[in-house]
């Protein structure tokens, strides 16, 4: 049997740990922008789960300071988790803190502490580890676990609800569990326990027949237009439609498997990081030797986590969001050494390459990936070079921060 276990509004129950006023109120956690890496703050670098699934360089603000979402007099800041109690009052993830207000003025607001955040997920993950024999770490607040052989079938609720609990005492968090033989079905049945609840799925058929498609893990926006405009409405329709979605090749094979609960997919612990990427997104800017400025600065922080995996990539990936919504991207491969100066040369080049000059820019996203050793190639013996000169700025970097050195390119 798979386990599928969700901590319910994380990062809200996260700061009610040790602030228990905030317990049975409407509170939400909102960020702004990430507009603080470009003004040159002080930023942390996390070194915990390998999954750094907040990212691995942050910012924290501690209380609730109201000028940091005001620009222009007008309130900024979008939700990223909001309480049990504020989602009953129509406050979700998303909503922006303008809307969250006129819905309820008296809501708690938070300021996001990414710290804390990765540090119960780090302990969360080292404790399930030693109760459940196979453990997968899915985003920062959900885990798989398999417990096949381990417990028995019958015996599965009774240890469910006794996980659930040693993790109420021991880090006073709230968590969902779901329960199927299958990994994607257990997923699913946790949006059936929560909040703070336990489900377990018995027949899969039975469970799945009535459910919306939009609400199965994995179907977006996009497959489920394209369901729908073939009239699959349920779960239901999709197992009855097997051949259309075995028409659509590999993605509509494994869809249909995990619907049906027949993926045989295992839990299993994600050990090699196949990328490494940096993204932010910021009020609108027009200006190109501004968003060239960025750019460069995003390169400094990515070469920075780069160095730390100690890994040399040979692919290059960059992405830009317009105000518009429109998205635009490019790659590049290139095999040789990596080192700072390299990658803000390729980000520069491929950023003008994939860039619509005519609009306004709301995010920059870059990612390097395909990690190989380099020998013998034309441009080696100057790459070396400036790879340890990197290492010894970088050595400069662990120890005073990240903008303790920085390029000129970035002023």
């Not at 317990?23 to 930023?43: A, M, S, W, Y």
């Not at 997968?136 to 398999?146: A, K, L, N, W």
């Not at 377990?200 to 996009?222: A, S, T």
Request: proline content about 2%; overall charge positive.
């Amino acid at each position: 049997m798979i386990l599928h276990m969700d901590l319910d509004s994380f990062f809200v129950s996260a700061h009610r740990i040790n602030d228990k006023s905030l317990l049975n109120r409407p509170v939400v956690v909102v960020k702004r922008n990430d507009k603080e890496i470009f003004q040159n703050q002080k930023h942390e670098v996390l070194n915990l789960n390998e999954g750094a699934f907040t990212g691995d360089i942050i910012i924290n603000k501690n209380g609730y300071d109201k000028s940091y979402f005001l620009e222009n007099g007008k309130i900024r800041g979008i939700v990223v988790t909001a309480s049990y109690e504020a989602r009953a009052l129509g406050i979700k993830t998303g909503t922006t803190l303008k809307e969250a207000l006129e819905i309820y003025p008296d809501l708690i607001v938070l300021l996001p502490d990414y710290r804390l955040y990765h540090t119960l997920s780090y302990r969360l993950k080292l404790f399930l580890k030693k109760h459940i024999p196979q453990i997968e770490q899915y985003s920062i607040d959900e885990f798989f676990g398999d417990v096949s052989g381990w417990v028995e079938e019958e015996d599965v609720l009774d240890f469910a609800y006794q996980l659930k609990k040693s993790i109420k005492d021991k880090f006073s968090l709230p968590i969902s569990i779901g329960i199927s033989k299958a990994k994607w079905i257990a997923k699913l049945a946790t949006s059936f326990a929560k909040p703070n609840g336990v489900y377990k799925v018995d027949n899969i058929y039975e469970f799945i027949k009535d459910i919306p498609i939009e609400k199965f893990p994995g179907i977006g926006k996009r497959i489920e237009k394209r369901l729908k405009q073939r009239g699959i409405l349920t779960l239901k329709d999709v197992i009855e439609n097997r051949d259309y979605l075995y028409s659509w090749g590999k993605l509509g094979i494994v869809l249909y498997k995990r619907i049906i609960g027949e993926d045989n997919e295992e839990v299993k612990e994600k050990e090699v990081r196949k990328s490494i990427g940096i993204s932010r997104r910021f009020d609108a800017v027009y200006n190109r030797e501004e968003l060239i400025r960025r750019v460069y600065i995003l390169c400094r922080y990515l070469s920075f986590l780069v160095a730390k995996k100690k890994v040399n990539p040979t692919f290059y990936y960059l992405k830009i969001r317009y105000k518009s919504g429109k998205k635009s991207k490019a790659h590049k491969s290139v095999y040789r050494i990596f080192n700072e100066l390299l990658l803000k040369e390729i980000m520069r080049e491929l950023f003008i390459k994939a860039d619509s000059e005519e609009e306004a820019v709301i995010s920059i996203g870059l990612s390097v990936s395909k990690f190989k050793e380099i020998t013998n190639l034309f441009d080696y013996e100057k790459d070396f070079k400036l790879k340890n000169l990197n290492k010894a700025i970088n050595k400069i970097r662990f120890k005073y921060g990240v903008g303790s050195i920085i390029g000129a390119d970035e002023i």
